[in-house]
């Protein structure tokens, strides 16, 4: 095998870090190469896997991965252990499916690359032993297209976890069947939406499904289903081995969320990059001490927590603790944790300009606030950019977030279009107001009145 | 024969057949789903793998070894957006267009690649070297701005760097 840099190649694999405080990252490499099964079983790989099939029965593993309060890392923080106990309890429907959530297409998303490129048996194991507490006979890891190494590096590990009786029939003596597969996707942002990425995988347009039924009841093929982000199953096989009392210190004590997460910084800040940190860290910590702060010349505008679907906040905002309910008190999400730093030489017009012709192109089209209103927002976003807005444009924006957001479009697709919009207008309206055309009349009784 | 009238409409006279590795490869992988229309995107791109895209006729013959509608494979075929029904470059251009790239700059990038090739987004060089498309998020938020040619990804791409990144690729 020649040796290749992989593109996830960055900090994580150079701060200091153990087997107690980073049970996901310890056991990468300095020089970032995969870790291959001799060496993942070296470090103490499989031994989680080995406890939870030979001595601990399936609804245990359910137990302890609810009692942990691991909340999926995928962005939207949904409890992994609830999710879990959705499965139905009915023997008979023995035909169930574990699908990991691995089309990582949220903007300023890298974490689950890192993982699949360079820990790739962590993934496998996180499945086999996910598959084992939720009776699934067969997985797939629905991988974006675009991660050509992850792929490469997660079959070769498959390979080699068949090989070693780690996947397949009977494996490790205990009776229990699992297979796992790749399946690669063909682009298409939507694809992440957990129905529609079932979707896809059955070969259809990857519009969302309607629910209920959850996929839990009813979901790929019919059969009941859990779909979990790649980050959530490899937190998996640490909680099960080393308990809950373990996971439950890791998180700083001001944490309501447990464990660690893969958190960044990108942007013009000195150290851009990538470090398995404890819930509860203040962003202030994350920004400063590990990004580095931002580079000469270049000031903090504001910032973004967690991918495109978030809310921005100001500087003074970064005091704000790293979990859920300590970035909802600031009023938006965590989402996945990976902050995005905007410095003084961007326009917020502009930016929102990219980010709304983003959402309209990977809009799937199937519900008509979603189709009609993004590309909408484009074309006024446009406008202000080109100072050739109308008096009505801000207005007929903040309708569009209004009219856009939560519970108004058939998945959470808009909604996280227009979070960043709404708050964008709230810390920075004169900059749209300024792209009104100076000879705009003014504002009439809009014709667009928001709600 | 594919004969090119203007940019958007090809007469394809040409009966489209699958070669025999393409059909055996389709074949192989309606095994690793319940059910053969699962294999409808992965059939797609071994077509597209082979031929650098799909030919109109390509959704029959995939359509036949499913056993599923012509018409469902052509819905397929023209949602996803790594899947391309008209000809493209001997190698594919894949500028990451996220905020985080925007923040670093990646207009530049597209303005200088444009300048070089005399493409801009979603057009192939006259010479069917290059096609130029937007994509989302690479996952290589840190070393904005990312770019993929073929199956390589690049980061910290600037525009000075463009000629010699391309270089490599004839």
Known sequence: ?451 | MTQTTNSNTLIQTDRFILSEAEHAAIEHEMHHYEDPRAASIEALKIVQKARGWVPDGAADAIGEILGIPASDIEGVATFYSQIFRQPVGRHIIRVCDSMTCYVGGHESVVAEMHKQLGIGLGETTSDSRFTLLPVCCLGNCDKAPALMIDDDTFGDVQPDGVAKLLEAYV
């Open chain 1, 1 to 451: 095998m020649s040796i290749k840099t992989l593109t996830s190649i960055g900090p994580a694999n150079k701060i200091a870090r153990s087997e107690e405080s980073h049970p996901l990252t310890w056991r990468l490499r300095d020089d970032a190469q995969p870790v291959w099964l001799e060496e993942y079983q070296a470090k103490n790989g499989y031994a989680a896997a080995r406890k939870a099939l030979s001595e601990m029965a399936q609804a245990d593993i359910v137990q302890t991965v609810k009692d942990s309060g691991l909340k999926g890392r995928g962005g939207a923080g949904f409890p992994t252990g609830v999710k879990w106990g959705l499965m139905p309890a009915d023997e008979s429907m023995n035909i169930r499916y574990l699908l990991c959530n691995a089309d990582e297409m949220e903007p300023n998303t890298w974490k689950d690359r890192m993982l699949m490129e360079q820990l790739p048996h962590l993934l496998v194991e996180g499945m086999l032993i996910s598959a084992r507490a939720l009776k699934a006979y067969r997985g797939y890891i629905f991988l974006r297209g675009e991660y050509v190494d992850a792929a490469t590096n997660l079959n070769r590990a498959i390979e080699e976890a068949k090989a070693a009786g780690l996947l397949g029939k009977n494996i490790l003596g205990s009776g229990f069947d699992f297979e796992l597969f790749v399946h690669t996707g063909a682009g298409r942002y939507i694809c992440g939406e957990e129905t529609a990425l079932i979707n896809s995988l059955e070969g259809r347009r990857a519009n969302p499904r309607a629910k209920p039924p959850f996929p839990a009841a009813v979901g790929v093929w019919g059969k009941p289903t859990c779909v979990n982000n790649v980050e959530t199953l490899c937190n998996v096989p640490a909680i099960v081995g080393n308990g809950v009392d373990w996971y439950k210190s890791l998180a700083r004590p001001d944490s309501e969320d447990h464990g660690t997460k893969l958190m960044g910084f990108s942007g013009k800040v000195k150290n851009p990059g990538l470090w398995e940190l404890p819930f509860g860290i203040s962003a202030r910590e994350l920004f400063e001490d590990y990004a580095g702060g931002m580079r000469d010349g270049y000031t903090l505008k504001c910032w973004q927590p967690g991918g495109a679907g978030t809310g921005f906040l100001l500087p003074e905002h970064l005091d704000a603790l790293m979990y859920a309910g300590g970035i909802g008190k600031v009023g938006t999400r965590m989402g996945t944790g990976l902050a995005l730093a905007v410095d003084d030489s961007i326009s917020m017009v502009s930016l929102l300009r990219n980010m709304e012709e983003f959402f309209a192109r990977e809009s799937c089209g199937w519900c008509t606030p979603c189709r009609d209103g993004l590309p909408w927002s484009v074309k006024i976003l446009r406008a202000l950019e080109r100072k050739q807005g109308t008096q009505q444009d801000i207005d007929t924006l903040l309708g569009l977030v209004n009219f856009l957001g939560p519970g108004k479009t058939f998945c959470a697709h808009a909604p996280g279009a227009v979070e960043p919009l709404g708050s964008a207008i709230k810390y920075f309206r004169s900059e749209f107001e300024a792209g009104v055309a100076s000879s705009a009349a003014p504002a009439t009784t809009g014709q667009f009145v928001p709600a």
